[in-house]
């Protein structure tokens, strides 16, 4: 058995992170601030607290930005490596495929960098170990089967589907983004070419092999960052019922700041109220401007655009 400290991981963060635009224009969605702090460094501290100190990110959208954040990890307690993509995104069967030589592990875990959990890895890895499974996917009950896909399971704990969200996702599994998984299943993949694993790669796998991929089934909580409805919902999961707030941030003392999350070098004017708002990088909100559900980002002209945030 292999414990969960001795596997490399693979964190996923090179996604366009489309249902979370326009804020994904100005960071990856992984390096966007949750309660203050980057997504991503929280998934790193949290990877670090379970004994997974060797990681390796795959980037492509506004690499920089999660670089700037990350760093070579050692802060977290953990040694960062980067793998490149590029010309395209090349998918979450393509981008391990492209990371094996840099992982250099027979099997690791496959992070989403989107999600947060409080999952064990090591009770993941040790069911992986034990199942002789070539993928594990760590599954929840899916209570929202209309607005998540599922995974159905056989009696024995072998997946048998991955249902579209809808009414054949009733009674399935819903995956928390964390999986372990083995180099053979992305080693005869053809390199620099993307694929996805759930309706792609697995399902070959699985009418190839009956029972190589497998379910963890656990009561591991989950919060999902997939759309700005749902970042609001996490960031104050996290932030303990304060407005969450970057780095250099200026409110003047007559402005009105409720229900919004200001990320860093901000400045709100004298006079203004800003009430269920994301407020992006380097946002001057001039003096006297009131702004309800939207979403701010500075634009090269120095102005303030702003768009709707979708409750």
């Not at 326009?22 to 670090?48: D, F, H, N, Q």
């Not at 492209?98 to 409080?118: M, R």
């Not at 190839?208 to 991929?213: C, Q």
């Given at each position: 058995m292999?414990?969960a400290?001795?596997?490399?991981?693979?964190?996923?963060?090179?996604?366009l992170g489309?249902?979370l635009?326009?804020?994904?224009?100005?960071?990856?969605?992984?390096?966007?601030?949750?309660?203050?702090?980057p997504?991503?460094?929280?998934?790193?501290?949290?990877?670090?607290a379970?004994?997974?100190t060797d990681?390796?990110?795959?980037?492509?959208?506004?690499p920089?930005t999660?670089?700037?954040?990350v760093?070579?990890?050692?802060?977290?307690?953990?040694r960062?490596?980067?793998?490149?993509?590029?010309?395209?995104?090349?998918?979450?069967?393509?981008?391990?495929?492209?990371a094996l030589?840099?992982?250099?592990?027979e099997?690791f875990?496959?992070?989403?960098g989107?999600?947060?959990t409080?999952?064990?890895?090591?009770?993941?890895?040790?069911a992986?170990?034990a199942?002789?499974?070539?993928?594990?996917?760590?599954?929840?009950?899916?209570?929202?089967?209309?607005?998540?896909?599922?995974?159905?399971?056989?009696?024995?704990?072998?997946?048998?589907?991955?249902?579209?969200r809808?009414?054949?996702?009733?009674?399935?599994?819903?995956?928390?983004?964390v999986?372990?998984?083995?180099?053979e299943?992305?080693?005869?993949?053809?390199q620099?070419?993307?694929?996805?694993?759930?309706g792609?790669?697995?399902?070959?796998l699985?009418?190839?092999r009956?029972?190589?991929?497998?379910?963890?089934?656990?009561?591991?909580?989950?919060?999902?960052?997939?759309?700005?409805?749902?970042y609001l919902r996490?960031?104050?999961?996290?932030?303990?019922?304060?407005?969450?707030?970057?780095?250099?941030v200026?409110?003047?003392?007559?402005?009105?700041?409720n229900?919004?999350?200001l990320?860093?070098?901000?400045?709100?004017?004298?006079?203004?109220t800003?009430?269920?708002?994301?407020?992006?990088?380097?946002?001057?909100?001039?003096?006297g401007s009131?702004?309800?559900?939207?979403i701010?980002i500075?634009?090269?002209?120095?102005?303030?655009?702003?768009?709707?945030l979708?409750h």
């Amino acid at each position: 058995m292999t414990p969960a400290s001795a596997r490399p991981a693979l964190l996923m963060t090179a996604g366009l992170g489309t249902r979370l635009d326009p804020l994904t224009r100005v960071r990856a969605k992984p390096a966007i601030p949750v309660a203050g702090e980057p997504l991503v460094r929280r998934i790193l501290a949290w990877l670090a607290a379970n004994d997974v100190t060797d990681v390796v990110l795959n980037l492509h959208h506004l690499p920089e930005t999660l670089a700037a954040v990350v760093g070579d990890g050692s802060d977290l307690g953990v040694r960062a490596r980067y793998s490149w993509e590029q010309p395209v995104v090349l998918g979450s069967a393509g981008g391990p495929r492209q990371a094996l030589a840099i992982l250099g592990a027979e099997s690791f875990f496959l992070v989403n960098g989107d999600t947060l959990t409080d999952v064990s890895l090591r009770a993941l890895a040790a069911a992986h170990d034990a199942s002789g499974a070539l993928v594990t996917l760590a599954l929840v009950p899916n209570t929202e089967p209309h607005r998540y896909g599922g995974v159905h399971l056989d009696t024995d704990g072998i997946v048998t589907g991955f249902p579209r969200r809808g009414d054949a996702a009733v009674g399935s599994f819903h995956f928390i983004g964390v999986q372990v998984a083995s180099a053979e299943v992305f080693r005869a993949l053809p390199q620099g070419t993307p694929v996805n694993s759930i309706g792609a790669a697995y399902d070959a796998l699985m009418a190839a092999r009956h029972g190589s991929v497998r379910g963890f089934v656990c009561d591991a909580q989950f919060w999902d960052v997939g759309t700005p409805a749902d970042y609001l919902r996490t960031s104050a999961a996290f932030s303990g019922g304060a407005d969450p707030r970057g780095r250099r941030v200026r409110i003047d003392s007559t402005a009105r700041v409720n229900d919004s999350i200001l990320w860093d070098d901000v400045d709100v004017g004298a006079g203004c109220t800003l009430e269920r708002c994301i407020v992006t990088d380097g946002v001057r909100v001039p003096a006297g401007s009131v702004h309800r559900n939207e979403i701010l980002i500075a634009s090269p002209e120095g102005t303030v655009a702003a768009s709707a945030l979708p409750h």
